[in-house]
């Protein structure tokens, strides 16, 4: 009678589980479509790779804006001038009608460039979730290295600063 050896099923599965894997790592490790918006004011900005610095984009709607101040500024107080930094502003209810109006609060409230995300298309490509805060981190060559979602907390920032670090 032929015997089924144990060791061949297991082998097929480790194998299964090896595709698998590296599946979800090529998955992971996205590349950036290049993408241009508007700021508010009404400035036109390319995001583009290759970069020549690291690049981190945050996403933040009405609510999820609150978090990004948690992110961005321990961010760029630390690697000021060694990475570029996009803060992005999630729009994607916003009625056209509205549109100006919803220009000059943030011109009003904010003294850096915010790119405007209409639609919030650009937000969706990233995997933006309403309400929270998205953070970014992209290599120089484009790929997704590191995103985190909601409010900064010190140990998910020490996980971004060691990142940025082994990419300088």
Known sequence: SMRHSPVSGR??????LI?????????????????????????????????????????????????????????????????????????????????????????RQTQFPVLLDWGGKVAANFGYEKDKALVVLIGKNGTVLMKETGAASDIELGKIFSEIEKLL
């Not at 082998?11 to 299964?16: M, T, W």
Request: hydrophobic share 45%; charged share 25%.
């Open 19 to 107: 595709v698998a894997a590296s599946f979800l790592a090529t998955a992971a490790q996205s590349r950036v479509e290049n993408f241009g918006l508007k700021d508010q004011g009404d400035k036109y900005v390319e995001v583009n790779f290759p970069s020549d610095r690291p690049v981190v984009l945050t996403f933040g709607d009405r609510k999820g804006s609150k978090q990004i101040e948690g992110w961005s500024a321990p961010i760029f107080r630390k690697f000021d001038g060694k990475i570029y930094m996009f803060g992005i502003a999630s729009l994607g209810g916003v009625p056209s009608y509205a549109r100006g109006l919803v220009r000059r609060l943030i011109k």
């Open 11 to 16: 082998g097929v599965l480790f194998a299964v």
